[in-house]
Protein backbone atom coordinates (compact mmCIF):
# COMPACT_ATOMS: atom_id res chain seq x y z
CA UNK A 1 0.00 0.00 0.00
CA UNK A 2 1.57 3.28 -0.80
CA UNK A 3 1.50 5.88 1.57
CA UNK A 4 2.41 9.46 -0.80
CA UNK A 5 -0.61 9.50 -2.82
CA UNK A 6 -4.09 11.02 -2.29
CA UNK A 7 -6.82 8.32 -1.36
CA UNK A 8 -10.76 8.54 -1.58
CA UNK A 9 -13.28 6.32 -0.15
CA UNK A 10 -17.01 6.00 1.19
CA UNK A 11 -16.85 5.97 4.42
CA UNK A 12 -20.22 5.15 4.97
CA UNK A 13 -22.00 1.57 4.34
CA UNK A 14 -23.42 0.84 0.60
CA UNK A 15 -27.42 1.43 0.79
CA UNK A 16 -29.66 4.19 1.27
CA UNK A 17 -29.55 6.37 4.42
CA UNK A 18 -29.64 10.16 5.64
CA UNK A 19 -26.05 11.34 5.07
CA UNK A 20 -23.17 9.89 3.27
CA UNK A 21 -19.85 10.73 3.60
CA UNK A 22 -16.77 10.72 1.24
CA UNK A 23 -13.07 10.27 3.05
CA UNK A 24 -9.74 11.80 1.58
CA UNK A 25 -6.60 11.68 2.99
CA UNK A 26 -3.54 13.03 1.11
CA UNK A 27 -0.32 14.85 1.54
CA UNK A 28 -1.60 17.79 0.58
CA UNK A 29 -5.25 18.28 -0.33
CA UNK A 30 -5.59 22.15 -1.20
CA UNK A 31 -6.13 21.84 -5.07
CA UNK A 32 -8.19 18.66 -4.64
CA UNK A 33 -10.56 20.99 -2.22
CA UNK A 34 -10.45 23.92 -4.49
CA UNK A 35 -11.63 21.73 -7.77
CA UNK A 36 -14.65 20.19 -5.41
CA UNK A 37 -15.63 22.70 -3.70
CA UNK A 38 -14.71 25.78 -4.71
CA UNK A 39 -12.66 26.49 -1.63
CA UNK A 40 -10.16 25.42 1.03
CA UNK A 41 -12.27 24.89 4.07
CA UNK A 42 -11.40 26.70 7.63
CA UNK A 43 -9.62 23.87 9.36
CA UNK A 44 -11.31 21.80 11.78
CA UNK A 45 -14.89 23.66 10.99
CA UNK A 46 -17.95 22.35 9.67
CA UNK A 47 -18.56 24.43 6.10
CA UNK A 48 -21.62 24.62 4.21
CA UNK A 49 -20.44 23.59 0.45
CA UNK A 50 -21.78 22.98 -3.24
CA UNK A 51 -19.97 20.03 -4.45
CA UNK A 52 -19.16 20.32 -8.11
CA UNK A 53 -18.08 18.02 -11.16
CA UNK A 54 -15.77 18.62 -13.73
CA UNK A 55 -17.92 21.48 -15.41
CA UNK A 56 -18.89 23.29 -12.56
CA UNK A 57 -22.50 22.13 -12.12
CA UNK A 58 -23.69 20.68 -8.59
CA UNK A 59 -23.75 16.77 -7.95
CA UNK A 60 -24.93 17.77 -4.30
CA UNK A 61 -24.86 20.45 -1.23
CA UNK A 62 -23.21 18.70 2.35
CA UNK A 63 -20.74 19.88 4.96
CA UNK A 64 -17.18 19.48 4.03
CA UNK A 65 -14.22 18.97 7.28
CA UNK A 66 -10.87 20.02 6.69
CA UNK A 67 -8.60 18.83 8.90
CA UNK A 68 -5.09 19.89 8.06
CA UNK A 69 -1.82 17.22 8.75
CA UNK A 70 -0.60 16.20 11.37
CA UNK A 71 -4.08 17.12 13.44
CA UNK A 72 -5.88 14.07 11.64
CA UNK A 73 -7.00 10.79 11.70
CA UNK A 74 -4.32 9.43 9.30
CA UNK A 75 -1.90 12.13 10.33
CA UNK A 76 -2.25 13.44 6.80
CA UNK A 77 -4.87 15.85 5.50
CA UNK A 78 -8.20 15.23 5.49
CA UNK A 79 -11.14 15.62 4.11
CA UNK A 80 -14.71 14.45 4.77
CA UNK A 81 -17.62 15.28 2.37
CA UNK A 82 -20.80 14.94 4.02
CA UNK A 83 -23.81 14.93 1.55
CA UNK A 84 -27.39 13.10 0.87
CA UNK A 85 -26.56 9.21 1.49
CA UNK A 86 -28.12 7.77 -2.05
CA UNK A 87 -26.26 5.49 -3.55
CA UNK A 88 -26.25 7.25 -7.37
CA UNK A 89 -25.00 10.52 -5.52
CA UNK A 90 -22.33 9.15 -3.36
CA UNK A 91 -20.93 7.42 -6.04
CA UNK A 92 -21.02 10.37 -8.25
CA UNK A 93 -18.85 12.03 -5.64
CA UNK A 94 -16.31 9.81 -5.33
CA UNK A 95 -15.61 9.80 -9.24
CA UNK A 96 -15.22 13.55 -8.65
CA UNK A 97 -12.77 13.18 -6.06
CA UNK A 98 -10.81 10.39 -7.97
CA UNK A 99 -10.73 12.56 -11.17
CA UNK A 100 -9.57 15.54 -9.20
CA UNK A 101 -6.30 13.46 -8.47
CA UNK A 102 -7.27 10.84 -5.85
CA UNK A 103 -7.22 7.13 -6.61
CA UNK A 104 -9.64 4.40 -4.72
CA UNK A 105 -8.42 3.47 -1.26
CA UNK A 106 -7.47 -0.33 -0.38
CA UNK A 107 -9.44 -2.15 2.46
CA UNK A 108 -8.17 -0.27 5.87
CA UNK A 109 -5.58 2.18 4.10
CA UNK A 110 -6.96 4.76 6.07
CA UNK A 111 -5.94 3.52 9.37
CA UNK A 112 -2.76 2.00 8.18
CA UNK A 113 -1.71 5.06 7.64
CA UNK A 114 -2.62 6.13 10.73
CA UNK A 115 -0.50 3.52 12.08
CA UNK A 116 2.48 4.54 9.55
CA UNK A 117 2.14 7.88 10.86
CA UNK A 118 2.30 7.23 14.53
CA UNK A 119 -1.16 8.10 15.43
CA UNK A 120 -2.12 4.64 16.57
CA UNK A 121 -0.11 1.66 17.47
CA UNK A 122 -1.25 -1.84 15.81
CA UNK A 123 -3.54 -2.98 19.39
CA UNK A 124 -5.04 0.36 18.84
CA UNK A 125 -6.00 0.34 14.73
CA UNK A 126 -6.79 -3.01 15.22
CA UNK A 127 -9.27 -1.46 18.03
CA UNK A 128 -10.97 -0.08 15.07
CA UNK A 129 -12.04 -2.65 13.16
CA UNK A 130 -13.01 -4.45 16.31
CA UNK A 131 -15.54 -1.36 17.63
CA UNK A 132 -17.25 -1.62 13.77
CA UNK A 133 -17.41 -5.45 13.83
CA UNK A 134 -18.91 -5.71 17.59
CA UNK A 135 -22.09 -7.80 17.87
CA UNK A 136 -22.63 -7.13 21.81
CA UNK A 137 -21.94 -4.11 23.80
CA UNK A 138 -19.73 -5.51 26.17
CA UNK A 139 -17.24 -6.12 23.03
CA UNK A 140 -17.81 -2.52 21.94
CA UNK A 141 -16.89 -1.48 25.46
CA UNK A 142 -13.70 -3.50 25.19
CA UNK A 143 -12.98 -2.60 21.89
CA UNK A 144 -13.27 0.85 22.84
CA UNK A 145 -10.38 0.29 25.60
CA UNK A 146 -8.56 -1.07 23.11
CA UNK A 147 -8.77 1.66 20.97
CA UNK A 148 -8.16 4.32 23.85
CA UNK A 149 -4.24 2.64 24.50
CA UNK A 150 -5.32 0.81 27.54
CA UNK A 151 -4.41 -2.45 26.42
CA UNK A 152 -1.26 -0.82 24.63
CA UNK A 153 -0.37 0.69 27.81
CA UNK A 154 -0.09 -2.39 29.51
CA UNK A 155 2.33 -4.36 27.16
CA UNK A 156 4.39 -0.95 26.68
CA UNK A 157 4.55 -1.48 30.40
CA UNK A 158 5.58 -4.86 30.24
CA UNK A 159 7.95 -4.34 27.64
CA UNK A 160 9.70 -1.79 29.62
CA UNK A 161 10.28 -3.57 32.21
CA UNK A 162 11.48 -6.51 29.98
CA UNK A 163 14.15 -4.40 28.60
CA UNK A 164 15.39 -3.43 32.16
CA UNK A 165 15.62 -6.68 33.18
CA UNK A 166 17.65 -7.39 29.88
CA UNK A 167 19.81 -4.10 30.26
CA UNK A 168 20.75 -6.14 33.60
CA UNK A 169 21.51 -9.57 32.49
CA UNK A 170 23.26 -8.07 29.59
CA UNK A 171 25.73 -5.79 31.29
CA UNK A 172 26.24 -8.40 33.85
CA UNK A 173 27.69 -10.72 31.15
CA UNK A 174 30.49 -8.17 30.49
CA UNK A 175 31.24 -8.91 34.07
CA UNK A 176 31.49 -12.77 34.46
CA UNK A 177 33.49 -12.81 37.62
CA UNK A 178 30.26 -10.02 39.40
CA UNK A 179 27.57 -12.20 37.62
CA UNK A 180 26.21 -13.05 41.34
CA UNK A 181 26.74 -10.59 43.37
CA UNK A 182 24.89 -7.79 40.60
CA UNK A 183 22.14 -9.66 39.93
CA UNK A 184 21.07 -10.47 43.74
CA UNK A 185 21.48 -6.53 44.36
CA UNK A 186 19.37 -6.19 41.43
CA UNK A 187 16.63 -8.55 42.89
CA UNK A 188 16.80 -10.05 38.79
CA UNK A 189 14.83 -13.28 39.54
CA UNK A 190 12.29 -11.50 41.58
CA UNK A 191 11.81 -8.84 39.04
CA UNK A 192 11.09 -11.96 36.71
CA UNK A 193 9.00 -13.72 38.75
CA UNK A 194 6.77 -10.27 38.68
CA UNK A 195 6.98 -9.92 35.16
CA UNK A 196 5.79 -13.44 34.38
CA UNK A 197 2.93 -13.01 37.47
CA UNK A 198 1.56 -9.65 35.55
CA UNK A 199 2.22 -11.28 31.83
CA UNK A 200 -0.31 -14.33 33.18
CA UNK A 201 -2.83 -11.57 34.60
CA UNK A 202 -2.71 -9.93 30.51
CA UNK A 203 -3.12 -13.38 29.28
CA UNK A 204 -6.21 -14.10 31.30
CA UNK A 205 -8.05 -10.74 30.49
CA UNK A 206 -6.71 -10.91 26.94
CA UNK A 207 -8.43 -14.65 26.34
CA UNK A 208 -11.87 -13.24 28.09
CA UNK A 209 -11.44 -10.64 25.34
CA UNK A 210 -10.82 -12.79 22.92
CA UNK A 211 -14.27 -14.25 23.89
CA UNK A 212 -16.12 -11.45 23.26
CA UNK A 213 -14.63 -10.71 19.82
CA UNK A 214 -14.69 -13.73 18.47
CA UNK A 215 -17.64 -15.82 20.18
CA UNK A 216 -17.69 -19.29 21.10
CA UNK A 217 -19.74 -21.34 18.19
CA UNK A 218 -21.94 -24.46 19.48
CA UNK A 219 -23.52 -27.00 17.67
CA UNK A 220 -26.95 -28.71 18.38
CA UNK A 221 -26.49 -32.37 18.05
CA UNK A 222 -29.11 -35.59 18.26
CA UNK A 223 -31.57 -37.55 17.15
CA UNK A 224 -34.41 -36.73 15.36
CA UNK A 225 -37.47 -34.92 17.22
CA UNK A 226 -35.46 -34.32 20.43
CA UNK A 227 -36.00 -30.83 20.72
CA UNK A 228 -32.91 -29.05 19.25
CA UNK A 229 -35.00 -26.71 16.90
CA UNK A 230 -37.24 -25.72 19.73
CA UNK A 231 -33.96 -25.24 22.31
CA UNK A 232 -32.57 -22.90 19.45
CA UNK A 233 -35.77 -21.00 19.29
CA UNK A 234 -35.67 -20.57 23.41
CA UNK A 235 -32.36 -19.35 23.31
CA UNK A 236 -32.76 -17.14 20.42
CA UNK A 237 -35.90 -16.04 21.84
CA UNK A 238 -37.69 -16.42 17.98
CA UNK A 239 -38.93 -18.70 16.13
CA UNK A 240 -35.68 -19.31 14.11
CA UNK A 241 -36.10 -22.75 13.10
CA UNK A 242 -39.48 -24.84 12.57
CA UNK A 243 -40.82 -27.52 15.06
CA UNK A 244 -42.92 -30.33 13.91
CA UNK A 245 -43.38 -33.63 15.12
CA UNK A 246 -42.50 -35.21 12.31
CA UNK A 247 -38.44 -36.49 12.73
CA UNK A 248 -36.03 -34.69 10.37
CA UNK A 249 -37.84 -31.58 9.87
CA UNK A 250 -34.67 -30.29 9.96
CA UNK A 251 -32.82 -30.77 6.57
CA UNK A 252 -30.13 -28.20 6.62
CA UNK A 253 -27.94 -26.50 9.63
CA UNK A 254 -29.71 -23.13 11.12
CA UNK A 255 -27.49 -20.42 12.27
CA UNK A 256 -28.36 -17.95 15.00
CA UNK A 257 -25.68 -16.13 16.92
CA UNK A 258 -27.39 -15.21 20.71
CA UNK A 259 -25.78 -13.00 23.53
CA UNK A 260 -25.35 -14.34 26.58
CA UNK A 261 -23.80 -11.78 29.18
CA UNK A 262 -22.33 -9.92 26.26
CA UNK A 263 -20.40 -13.18 24.76
CA UNK A 264 -21.29 -14.04 21.50
CA UNK A 265 -22.76 -17.46 21.21
CA UNK A 266 -23.16 -18.87 17.33
CA UNK A 267 -25.35 -21.67 17.58
CA UNK A 268 -25.92 -24.26 14.76
CA UNK A 269 -28.93 -26.12 14.54
CA UNK A 270 -28.34 -29.25 12.73
CA UNK A 271 -29.93 -32.40 10.90
CA UNK A 272 -30.89 -35.12 13.33
CA UNK A 273 -27.91 -37.89 13.06
CA UNK A 274 -29.72 -41.01 11.82
CA UNK A 275 -29.60 -43.65 8.82
CA UNK A 276 -31.62 -42.71 6.28
CA UNK A 277 -32.52 -43.29 2.82
CA UNK A 278 -33.52 -39.82 1.82
CA UNK A 279 -31.38 -37.61 0.04
CA UNK A 280 -31.72 -34.50 0.86
CA UNK A 281 -31.29 -36.20 4.93
CA UNK A 282 -28.13 -37.36 4.16
CA UNK A 283 -26.48 -34.25 2.86
CA UNK A 284 -28.49 -32.45 5.55
CA UNK A 285 -26.46 -35.00 7.95
CA UNK A 286 -23.03 -34.13 5.75
CA UNK A 287 -23.02 -30.90 6.66
CA UNK A 288 -24.04 -31.61 10.39
CA UNK A 289 -20.58 -33.78 10.48
CA UNK A 290 -18.99 -30.20 8.96
CA UNK A 291 -20.51 -28.00 11.31
CA UNK A 292 -19.49 -30.16 14.11
CA UNK A 293 -15.75 -30.20 13.17
CA UNK A 294 -15.71 -26.45 13.15
CA UNK A 295 -17.64 -26.09 16.38
CA UNK A 296 -15.52 -25.03 20.17
CA UNK A 297 -18.78 -26.64 21.92
CA UNK A 298 -21.38 -29.59 21.47
CA UNK A 299 -24.28 -29.94 22.90
CA UNK A 300 -25.98 -33.63 22.96
CA UNK A 301 -30.04 -33.56 23.11
CA UNK A 302 -31.45 -36.72 25.00
CA UNK A 303 -35.15 -37.50 25.26
CA UNK A 304 -35.82 -36.95 28.99
CA UNK A 305 -38.14 -39.98 28.80
CA UNK A 306 -35.74 -42.72 26.25
CA UNK A 307 -32.98 -41.76 28.53
CA UNK A 308 -29.68 -42.44 26.80
CA UNK A 309 -29.93 -44.91 24.03
CA UNK A 310 -27.54 -46.72 22.21
CA UNK A 311 -27.85 -44.15 18.98
CA UNK A 312 -26.59 -41.50 21.92
CA UNK A 313 -23.56 -43.43 22.63
CA UNK A 314 -22.78 -43.82 19.35
CA UNK A 315 -23.02 -39.55 18.13
CA UNK A 316 -20.79 -39.37 21.15
CA UNK A 317 -18.60 -41.70 19.47
CA UNK A 318 -18.44 -39.81 16.46
CA UNK A 319 -17.63 -36.37 18.02
CA UNK A 320 -13.70 -35.36 18.13
CA UNK A 321 -12.33 -36.49 21.11
CA UNK A 322 -11.63 -33.26 22.13
CA UNK A 323 -14.66 -31.27 21.90
CA UNK A 324 -16.37 -30.38 25.08
CA UNK A 325 -20.00 -31.88 25.47
CA UNK A 326 -23.13 -30.78 27.85
CA UNK A 327 -25.63 -33.12 27.46
CA UNK A 328 -28.96 -31.66 27.64
CA UNK A 329 -32.05 -34.22 28.77
CA UNK A 330 -35.00 -32.49 26.88
CA UNK A 331 -38.97 -32.46 27.49
CA UNK A 332 -38.78 -32.99 31.37
CA UNK A 333 -41.86 -31.02 31.22
CA UNK A 334 -43.62 -34.56 30.22
CA UNK A 335 -42.34 -36.03 33.31
CA UNK A 336 -43.40 -33.53 35.68
CA UNK A 337 -39.33 -33.22 36.95
CA UNK A 338 -37.67 -30.07 38.03
CA UNK A 339 -35.07 -28.33 35.89
CA UNK A 340 -31.54 -29.52 37.22
CA UNK A 341 -27.44 -29.49 36.55
CA UNK A 342 -25.54 -32.36 36.91
CA UNK A 343 -21.79 -33.41 36.57
CA UNK A 344 -21.59 -37.31 35.95
CA UNK A 345 -18.90 -39.44 34.21
CA UNK A 346 -20.40 -38.57 30.72
CA UNK A 347 -19.71 -34.71 31.57
CA UNK A 348 -21.70 -31.88 32.21
CA UNK A 349 -26.00 -32.50 32.16
CA UNK A 350 -28.79 -30.09 32.23
CA UNK A 351 -32.09 -31.55 32.69
CA UNK A 352 -34.67 -29.04 31.34
CA UNK A 353 -38.10 -28.10 28.79
CA UNK A 354 -36.85 -26.63 25.38
CA UNK A 355 -40.74 -26.62 25.16
CA UNK A 356 -41.75 -24.51 28.61
CA UNK A 357 -38.15 -22.92 29.04
CA UNK A 358 -37.65 -24.22 32.05
CA UNK A 359 -33.93 -24.77 33.12
CA UNK A 360 -32.97 -22.62 29.94
CA UNK A 361 -31.39 -20.40 32.72
CA UNK A 362 -29.37 -23.40 33.89
CA UNK A 363 -27.81 -23.97 30.83
CA UNK A 364 -27.07 -20.39 29.76
CA UNK A 365 -24.77 -20.34 32.93
CA UNK A 366 -23.61 -23.74 31.88
CA UNK A 367 -22.45 -22.20 28.20
CA UNK A 368 -20.43 -19.67 30.01
CA UNK A 369 -18.67 -21.31 32.27
CA UNK A 370 -17.99 -23.94 29.22
CA UNK A 371 -16.72 -20.98 27.79
CA UNK A 372 -14.59 -19.96 30.46
CA UNK A 373 -16.29 -16.91 31.18
CA UNK A 374 -16.13 -15.28 34.56
CA UNK A 375 -18.28 -12.78 36.17
CA UNK A 376 -18.83 -9.14 35.05
CA UNK A 377 -17.29 -7.88 38.52
CA UNK A 378 -13.92 -9.70 37.13
CA UNK A 379 -13.71 -8.67 33.79
CA UNK A 380 -13.50 -5.16 34.77
CA UNK A 381 -10.05 -5.03 32.86
CA UNK A 382 -10.85 -7.03 29.40
CA UNK A 383 -9.32 -6.06 26.39
CA UNK A 384 -10.66 -6.80 23.20
CA UNK A 385 -7.77 -9.40 22.45
CA UNK A 386 -7.32 -10.47 19.27
CA UNK A 387 -6.14 -14.52 18.55
CA UNK A 388 -2.22 -13.20 17.63
CA UNK A 389 -2.37 -10.82 20.96
CA UNK A 390 -3.34 -14.34 22.84
CA UNK A 391 -0.61 -16.54 21.34
CA UNK A 392 2.31 -13.52 21.17
CA UNK A 393 1.43 -13.29 24.81
CA UNK A 394 1.33 -17.04 25.55
CA UNK A 395 4.67 -17.27 23.64
CA UNK A 396 6.06 -14.92 25.67
CA UNK A 397 4.60 -16.25 28.73
CA UNK A 398 6.69 -19.60 27.78
CA UNK A 399 10.23 -18.09 27.28
CA UNK A 400 9.75 -15.98 30.62
CA UNK A 401 9.23 -19.31 32.43
CA UNK A 402 11.99 -20.90 30.65
CA UNK A 403 14.36 -17.66 31.77
CA UNK A 404 13.12 -18.42 35.08
CA UNK A 405 13.96 -22.29 35.23
CA UNK A 406 17.42 -21.62 34.13
CA UNK A 407 18.30 -18.79 36.45
CA UNK A 408 16.85 -21.44 38.92
CA UNK A 409 19.62 -23.94 37.72
CA UNK A 410 22.11 -21.57 37.14
CA UNK A 411 22.85 -22.15 33.54
CA UNK A 412 24.81 -20.18 31.18
CA UNK A 413 23.37 -16.30 31.86
CA UNK A 414 23.47 -15.97 27.96
CA UNK A 415 20.84 -18.68 27.64
CA UNK A 416 18.96 -16.69 29.99
CA UNK A 417 19.22 -12.95 27.77
CA UNK A 418 18.16 -15.18 24.65
CA UNK A 419 15.39 -16.05 26.47
CA UNK A 420 14.12 -12.82 27.90
CA UNK A 421 14.75 -11.06 24.18
CA UNK A 422 12.25 -13.41 22.48
CA UNK A 423 10.15 -12.60 24.72
CA UNK A 424 9.98 -8.85 24.63
CA UNK A 425 9.92 -9.43 20.59
CA UNK A 426 7.15 -11.48 21.18
CA UNK A 427 5.11 -8.87 23.55
CA UNK A 428 6.00 -6.38 20.96
CA UNK A 429 4.76 -7.45 17.85
CA UNK A 430 1.29 -6.85 19.73
CA UNK A 431 1.77 -3.17 19.75
CA UNK A 432 3.71 -3.18 16.31
CA UNK A 433 7.20 -1.62 17.50
CA UNK A 434 8.58 -5.46 16.23
CA UNK A 435 6.19 -6.33 13.28
CA UNK A 436 6.56 -8.37 10.09
CA UNK A 437 5.62 -6.39 6.72
CA UNK A 438 3.30 -9.55 5.31
CA UNK A 439 1.85 -9.58 8.89
CA UNK A 440 0.39 -5.49 8.57
CA UNK A 441 -0.81 -6.30 5.16
CA UNK A 442 -2.61 -9.74 6.38
CA UNK A 443 -4.09 -7.05 9.54
CA UNK A 444 -5.33 -3.98 7.44
CA UNK A 445 -6.82 -5.86 4.26
CA UNK A 446 -9.55 -7.40 6.72
CA UNK A 447 -10.73 -3.44 7.45
CA UNK A 448 -13.64 -1.65 5.15
CA UNK A 449 -13.15 -0.27 2.81
CA UNK A 450 -13.12 3.82 3.67
CA UNK A 451 -11.33 2.82 7.35
Known amino acids: MGSTDIIAANATPPGRGGI ?100 LDLAQAEGVADIIDASTGEAARCAMRSLQGEFSAVIVGLVQALTELRMLVEATLDFPEEETVTLQQANVYARLEAIQSRLEEVLTAAKQGSLLREGVSVVMVGQPNVGKSSLMNQLAGEETAIVTEIPGTTRDAIRQTVEIEGIPFHLVDTAGLRETDDLVEKIGIARTHAAIERSDLALLLIDRRLGVLPEDREIVRSLPAKLPVIRVYNKIDLLDEVPQVGDGEGGASIYLSAKTGAGIDLLRRKLLDMAGWQPHSETEGVFMARQRHVEALTRSGEYLRSALELARQGVQLDLQAEELRVAQLALSSITGEFSADDLLGEIFSRFCIGK
Open 20 to 119: GVVRVSGKSLQSLALSVIGLIPQPRHATFSKFIDENGAAIDHGIALYFPSPHSYTGEDVLELQGHGGPAVMNLLLSRCLSAGARLAQPGEFTLRAFLNGK
